[in-house]
């Protein structure tokens, strides 16, 4: 199965700086066509996750451009500029290349 | 609008078996896939398993013994079944819409299942 590390665990930040995030494959997420298929998500307390980056890269439909994916291989990146109160929460990482699908543990974005 | 929503049995006997409908509206079954999700209390997310537009499954190696994942194309309906629960399998159970390149894109509400005697 593909592992995937996320860190840091939990992120405090001050509203309007900038969060990275972190996701790491224990194995290549590149398939045999040359596509990458690793998503992000938010979920606010309460909820179900949101998509917000599909295939490293793409945001999905309504996701603002303070989000942006980048990545490959096995290290994958979520930066958010700007950081505002609507953006905390606990932020995933998925691979759907491999079967299992597989989950990162979790980042949670709190204020600092 | 596309929508899934959960329903379960909300407290299962350990031993006894799990069965969760997944009610979606705004796709069909026959063009996309659904996939099922769980999440214990205050913990992260495992992918259990898939069902594709074509009836086709992927499952979870870890749990490919007791899960089965069916559909009705013409009642919107897909359905999960998870046999002899123990106390671990306490989570919430999400179904999500499937298909590449975005994988799961909307989500269900979730249904809290607790494996209790």
Same mark, same amino acid.
């Given at each position: 199965d593909a592992v995937m590390t996320q860190t840091p665990l939990s992120l405090p930040v001050s509203l309007g700086d900038q969060a990275s995030i972190s996701c790491r494959s224990s194995?290549?997420?590149?398939?045999s066509n040359g596509n990458t298929y690793l998503n992000w998500y938010l979920q606010k307390p309460g909820q179900s996750p949101q998509l917000l980056i599909y295939r490293v890269s793409n945001r999905f439909s309504g996701v603002l451009d303070r989000f942006s994916g980048s990545g490959s291989g096995t290290d994958f990146t979520l930066k958010i500029s700007r950081v505002e109160a609507e953006d905390l929460g606990v932020y995933f990482c998925l691979q759907v290349t491999h079967v299992p699908y597989t989950f990162g543990g979790g980042t949670k974005l709190e204020i600092k | 609008q596309v929508q899934l929503k959960e329903s379960g049995p909300g407290l299962v006997a350990p031993s006894q078996s799990l069965s969760i409908t997944c009610t979606v509206s705004g796709f069909s079954l026959t063009s996309y896939g659904v996939s099922w999700v769980r999440q214990p209390p205050g913990k992260g997310l495992e992918w259990l398993g898939v069902i594709w537009g074509d009836g086709s499954t992927n499952y979870h190696s870890a749990l490919i013994s007791r899960l089965s994942i069916s559909k009705d194309n013409s009642k919107s309906q897909v359905f999960l079944k998870l046999n002899s629960?123990?106390? &671990? &399998?306490t989570a919430t159970y999400y179904c999500a819409k499937e298909k590449l390149p975005y994988a799961m894109d909307y989500w269900g509400q979730g249904t809290s299942v607790t494996v209790s005697s």
């Open positions: 194995q290549s997420l590149e398939n | 629960l123990q106390t &671990d &399998d």
